[in-house]
């Protein structure tokens, strides 16, 4: 975006210059400012939203890997006491998250593209056209912008996840096979 206002910009000048000098010239933004603070006002909404997002989603990865390890403490105990490292079973229990990651970015992806497609042919949630310039929410589907946030929300959590397995490395054997009784 940013060089496309450099570029406007710099027209803008040429072109004042090379005009008679009882003329004007005003570009698109001086012309209608508040549409582009509008749309610049809405880019820094998406960048907030998908943030919180990240941090739900860590979050929620996080606790179900902690129930996960929780639930299977005598397991963990049980491996270590066969000879297993803790690198072994952090690595088991990071898989099975990841898998669960996975399964909810599939499904999360399938709502979403549903209901993109049924807003853009619908128009189920609509807009004063006085305030907002447009009488429906617009939906604008790029394929590398749908690719960066899913490939770096598993980057992201993938990452993350990799927090509650270190309470594996502190998990006793003979303690962990007697934690239910």
């Known amino acids: 975006y940013f060089k496309k206002y450099i570029d406007v910009a710099q027209q803008t000048t040429f072109l004042v210059k090379s ?3 009882d003329w004007k010239a ?3 933004f001086e012309l209608n400012p508040a549409i582009f603070d509008w749309m610049s006002m809405l880019d820094r909404n998406i960048i907030i939203f998908i943030s919180l997002l990240l941090v739900v989603a860590c979050f929620n990865l996080v606790a179900t890997l902690w129930v ?4 299977r403490i005598p397991m963990v105990g049980l491996l270590k006491a066969l000879g297993s490292s803790p690198a072994q079973i952090r690595t088991l229990f990071w898989w099975n998250g990841f898998f669960i990651l996975i399964r909810g970015i599939v499904i999360g992806n399938l709502l979403a593209a549903v209901f993109c ?3 853009s042919q619908y128009h189920l949630i609509p807009l004063d056209p006085e305030n907002y310039y447009m009488d429906a929410v617009p939906i604008q589907f790029d394929v590398m912008t749908w690719v960066l946030v899913n490939v770096g929300t598993c980057l992201l959590v993938a990452f993350i996840m990799t927090i509650p397995t270190h309470f594996i490395k502190k998990i006793d054997p003979q303690e962990a096979i007697n934690y239910k009784n």
């Open 19 to 21: 005009l008679p000098m």
């Open 26 to 28: 005003e570009s698109v």
């Open 68 to 71: 996960l390890i929780m639930e």
């Open 117 to 119: 497609w049924v807003q």
